[in-house]
């Protein structure tokens, strides 16, 4: 599917792919971003904190093949995001870890959020978001878990609204929400 997008055709401001665990959405993603023709950009969010996930990482790596710079950002996405010279095209993968990690550093979740998408707009870049979907399973039986899902709801919903592309991912398949793909 996604070698047959059109290559040179523009990117929203702001596009954002959302799907569950394995659905697709960093590959989707990837795919939008390679089909701008612009220098690539990636702002990765997670943190290897131990083998399983540093093999996560790698595996991202080489599913992306070349042709990517990458920046380290798992706190400081606005700085990250300033940063970012026009006449590139930007992958943030994924807000779901970053918000994870400002979570668990107690940061105010709904100023981060705030600023994160300010940060998106004033981006001199177009930035294609991607996030996980997690209110369609159980209600988590913890409250630090409903906490997280509740406050990765209200920022899903805050990028969404923002974001001229929302595309979900499920089973590998996209699904156009909002907007046009390009």
């Known amino acids: 599917m996604i070698g047959s997008l059109p290559k040179d055709k523009s990117l929203p401001q702001l596009s954002m792919v959302i799907g569950g665990a394995r659905s697709g959405k960093s590959r989707f993603a990837e795919g939008l971003v390679s089909a701008s023709a612009l220098p690539r950009l990636y702002i990765a969010t997670a943190e290897a904190w131990d083998g399983e996930m540093r093999a996560r990482i790698a595996a991202h790596q080489v599913d992306r093949g070349p042709g990517w710079q990458t920046v380290e950002a798992p706190h400081d996405l606005c700085a990250a995001l300033a940063a970012v010279p026009a006449g590139h095209a930007v992958l943030l993968d994924c807000a779901t870890l970053w918000l994870?990690?400002?979570?668990?550093?107690?940061?105010?979740?709904?100023?981060?959020?705030?600023?994160?998408?300010?940060?998106?707009?004033?981006?001199?870049?177009?930035?294609?978001?991607?996030?996980?979907?997690?209110?369609?399973?159980?209600?988590?039986?913890?409250?630090?878990?409903?906490?997280?899902?509740?406050?990765?709801?209200?920022?899903?919903?805050?990028?969404?609204?923002?974001?001229g592309l929302v595309v979900t991912v499920i089973a590998g398949l996209p699904l156009v929400l909002k907007g046009t793909l390009p």
């Open 100 to 163: 994870t990690n400002r979570m668990l550093a107690e940061a105010d979740l709904e100023a981060e959020a705030a600023a994160l998408e300010a940060a998106l707009l004033a981006c001199a870049a177009p930035v294609v978001v991607v996030t996980n979907e997690l209110g369609w399973s159980i209600v988590p039986e913890n409250a630090l878990a409903r906490r997280f899902r509740d406050a990765q709801g209200r920022l899903n919903q805050r990028l969404a609204a923002s974001a």
